[in-house]
């Protein structure tokens, strides 16, 4: 189901000894394309067809449970920098939201547990 993995700005490529000692070998198995921006990649993958969505905390975004990914089209997500999230100009690109419920009084969640949130319940629910 997962077809590959576009980074884009600072974020380091393959190889990189950093990459090499976390990814275990998957950089040899997981298609991967560099873009120098966000907003070209979202860009590029609307026009080729992709519903865009970001994982972000924002006014209008749907809550993880309640996400329905759609059925016939295939999906991108966008996950922002740890810090400063996802930039307000990618924000106005994409098709949509979708923010991990969350409660207690830290309301913030490291990039790759976000990532790793996101893509299993996506995959739960295309499984079903």
């Known amino acids: 189901l997962l077809q590959g993995m576009v980074l884009c ?3 380091p490529t393959p190889p990189h000894r950093d ?3 976390t990814a275990l070998g998957a950089t040899e198995t997981v298609d ?3 873009l120098p921006t966000t907003l070209d990649a979202v860009q590029q993958l609307q026009a080729a067809g992709y519903a865009v969505m970001a994982v972000e905390q ?3 975004s749907i809550m993880l449970d309640a996400f329905t990914p759609p059925a016939n089209q295939p999906l ?3 996950f922002g920098n740890e810090v400063s999230g996802v930039d307000a100009a990618v924000m106005q690109l994409v098709n949509g939201c979708i923010e991990i419920p969350q409660s207690g009084m830290k309301h913030s969640l490291n990039i790759s547990v976000s990532a790793g949130i996101v893509v299993w319940d996506i995959f739960a629910k295309l499984k079903k």
């Open 9 to 11: 700005g600072y974020t």
């Open 19 to 21: 990459i090499h000692k």
């Open 32 to 34: 991967w394309q560099y």
């Open 58 to 60: 924002a006014a209008q």
């Open 76 to 78: 991108a997500l966008v």
